[in-house]
């Protein structure tokens, strides 16, 4: 090893304290970047560097166990007691016992909790610190404003059920949902009928089931219905919840047992059924609790039992002018069937026209009662008040309106018109005033008619596509609404719309009775009038000789001349009454004043009259439209004119 | 003398059905209840008292418990927990 440096130092200096100084800095070697060596480098531009700023996470997956819980009881036995003590001698435990309570702390503690207890105890006689108070005072309403959350989807799966029975075939339809039915016990159990009601659009791959839903389980139904036919509305007999009756698409009637399977058990022979799709299906009250009867759009009422679907017990033609004649008929769209009035139904047609009958009139003519024609369009939905039965709901074109047995000429109620058609619609089962409209751009309204009659109270959007049928469940709080592609969504309406509210049954009362009776003063009024009319013009055809009919061109081509003829003799009036204005300015002679005057008086009198025209013609073409006693009486009182 | 006053006067009170009371160890030393009913109510109430109080001392260990109620349907149990003894009064009451 080769020595570099050699560092001596005395022994006696060992130990010295060492003096620092301090110098200023001093650069001792400087090295200058070399270029030459950067050739070795490869420069990089741009340089990508990573920054992470975020926690550092890891994923876990928990299962859990599901516990067990079994409910056990236990035995007790006495024990506790100090080993020398046997429990079941008395005697040793008498004497235990005593010997405890001779104990000095035994007796302290005992005190002590004596009135801590009695304070309890007497606190409980005093007062019921958890009794019920207000109990009477029905619940506050609380104000929340209206709502309604989705419950539950049920999505029709055209795309994956109905894929895997028709073998994958892209091109499968969406089927409307057309009607829906509750269980009539359990209300967790939706039937739905799917149909496709677009005019002879039947595909040769769509699906002709309807589907037994269970809400428990929205991904499969619970039974499939495979009838021969597309059902257009499905039906639970609400005496006994197996049995469910459908009308199919093609007229005829079918009825199920859930019990045994998803084929109809029987159905009616095609000779004797409806020509049209069936569009409306009730069960009867009946002691056997298997009729219903059957409407359809070829314009026949049908009852069926059951047990014989071969042919029906009886039928009825909906002709209005009661002559039974088939050609016409109106279609039938709806049908609505109370339980508490056994004998009287009604039907609401395409025709816009609602038609009460009566089952039990002896002849056929009789049985049509009444008809109440309001609607521009057919009658999608007719519902009785479950409160009023006297009151019932109609929905078709654009509105929903509101009728009461007793006034004919018009609903007594009714909605504003709205942009898209209203197609089906039903009272609430809890409130008196609330209804539900669903419409075809797929809003669903509730109405309360108490609270306010030009809006809905909660106006919501369901889909995209229109709604086709609503269904109210039994306890009046979730409803069902299917559409036009085949999905039922249930909507679960907040309490204020389905709680009864204090007054509302005497306010919805007096509501409907206050329309009423306006709607019959209405018609005793029109009635009046028209009588009136009727007298009058009988009266006048004796004098004045008999007018050829004039047809309604007649009419107004004369109306309108006359028209002109006054709006002439106006004109004229106005003219000369300035130019009489100009010449009494000018001062003139006693005979112009005169001649003023005079030509005044007869200016009035002319005024008058043609004012008397004025208004007569006015009133002409007010009811041009055909009321025929008014112009005799026009002509009348132009002759006493002209007179 | 004086326990048996106390607890006489506790029994005479309106709605009261019974009154045991209980030593450290879960003997019911006093009761006005038969034999099986007061070992069942011994037994039991004593554990839940025991898990009462050690809750209240686990929250805040200068707390201790100083009165129990188990509000029933039919009753009401009333435990008093003491050091050595346990007091257990068991009323009924009417809505």
Known sequence: MEIIYVYTRKRSEFGRPCSFSDRPAKVSVDIPPDPSMASNFILRNPVDSYVQHGSDMSEHEVNTVRVEVESRGVNHVEGGWPKDINPQEVEQTIRFRKKVEKDENYVNTITHLGTLMEHCVKQNNAINIYEEYFGEEMAEVEDEPPSAKTINVISKLTSFFDVLLSKRDPNVTKRTATHLSWHPDTSKKLAVAYSSLEFQQNMKDMNFDSYIWDLENPNKPELVLKPSSPLVILEYNPKDSHVLVGGCYNGQMAYWDTRKGGLPVEVSTVEVSHRDPVYGAIWLQSKTGTECFSASTDGQVLWWDIRKLSEPTETLVLDITRKGLLENALGAVTLEFEPTMPTKFMVGTEQGIVIACNRKAKTPPEKITSTYSGHHGPVYALARNPFYPKIFLTVGDWTARIWSEETKESPIMWTKYHLSYLTDGCWSTMRPAVFFTTRSDGTLDVWDFLFKQNDPSLSLKVCDEPLSSLRLQDNGCVVGCGSKLGTVTLLEISSGLCTLQRNEKTLATAMFERETKREKILEARHRELRLKERARSEGQELEVEEKPVESPHEVLDRVRREFFEVIEAELQRRAQAETQCLRGKVPGTGQTDSHSRDSLPWGWGHGSASAFQIKDCEGEEAAVQGEESQLPKDKEEEEEDAA | ?95
Do not use: C, W
């Not at chain 2, 005479?12 to 006005?32: C, D, F, L, S, Y």
């Not at chain 2, 050690?54 to 050091?83: C, W, Y």
């Open chain 2, 1 to 95: 003398a004086e326990v048996e006053e106390t607890l006489k006067r506790i029994q005479a009170h309106k709605g009261v059905m019974a009154t045991i009371v209980i030593n450290a160890e879960g003997i019911p030393i006093r009761t006005t209840l038969d034999n099986s009913t007061t070992v069942q109510y011994a037994g039991l109430l004593h554990q839940l008292t025991m898990k009462a109080r050690s809750t209240v001392r686990d929250i805040d260990p200068q707390n201790d418990l100083t009165f129990l109620r188990i509000r029933s349907k039919k009753h009401e149990i009333m435990v008093a927990p003491g050091n050595i003894s346990v007091k257990i009064t068991i009323e009924l009451y009417v809505l």
